[in-house]
T-cell receptor
């Protein structure tokens, strides 16, 4: 069964550093998403991406965040200058149509 | 009112029990409804979409009441492997793609 993959599984970085989280969505899917989950809290939407552009973003997704689909398979989330409060699990998801989204295993980001 | 509200639980039930989870949502314009399950420190996994007519998948039955903005999930004949957090999810305000998650209801099935 095809699945979304994410790398790395765990990233530790210092405050102020840039990080890039990588995702390979399911191959025939057209819609891509990033969500985050702070420990003990609910899953929160960050951004959706379709046809090589952002289709929607949340208030969390400020100028420090960017997304890119650099080639036909990868989908990345960049955090330009990490803050302590960016520590969370980041999930990539993809969907064939808009509705049913399938999530990757996540990248645990720890900012020290 | 929170966008998606769920009883946090935990629900502690014996194997074989029937358990029901409820969820309410605030956006009357929501069109898409889902139940996901999440194991500890893992990703949300799609359990089932919820349709207006109600739908069943094996031991799982989901129902939607649009008038009351209420979604339910019934699990029959609980298994140990059903132990997880069950997330009620609806689409967001501005589009279908932005999913709004509830905090989840924790289920623990005991032998």
């Amino acid at each position: 069964e095809p699945e979304v993959t994410q790398t790395p599984s765990h990233q530790v970085t210092q405050m102020g550093q840039e990080v890039i989280l990588r995702c390979v969505p399911i191959s025939n899917h057209l819609y891509f998403y990033w969500y985050r989950q702070i420990l003990g809290q609910k899953v929160e939407f960050l951004v959706s991406f379709y046809n090589n552009e952002i289709s929607e973003k949340s208030e969390i997704f400020d100028d420090q965040f960017s997304v890119e689909r650099p080639d036909g398979s990868n989908f990345t989330l960049k955090i330009r200058s990490t803050k302590l409060e960016d520590s969370a699990m980041y999930f990539c998801a993809s969907s064939e149509m808009v509705y049913e989204q399938y999530f990757g295993p996540g990248t645990r980001l720890t900012v020290t | 009112r929170k966008e998606v509200e769920q009883d946090p639980g935990p629900f502690n039930v014996p194997e074989g029990a029937t358990v029901a989870f409820n969820c309410t949502y605030s956006n009357s314009a929501s069109q898409s409804f889902f139940w996901y399950r999440q194991d500890c420190r893992k990703e949300p996994k799609l359990l089932m979409s919820v349709y207006s007519s109600g739908n069943e998948d094996g031991r799982f039955t989901a129902q939607l009441n649009r008038a009351s903005q209420y979604i339910s999930l019934l699990i029959r004949d609980s298994k140990l492997s059903d132990s997880a957090t069950y997330l009620c999810v609806v689409n967001g305000m501005r589009s279908q793609g932005n999913l709004i998650f509830g905090k989840g209801t924790k289920l623990s099935v005991k032998p």
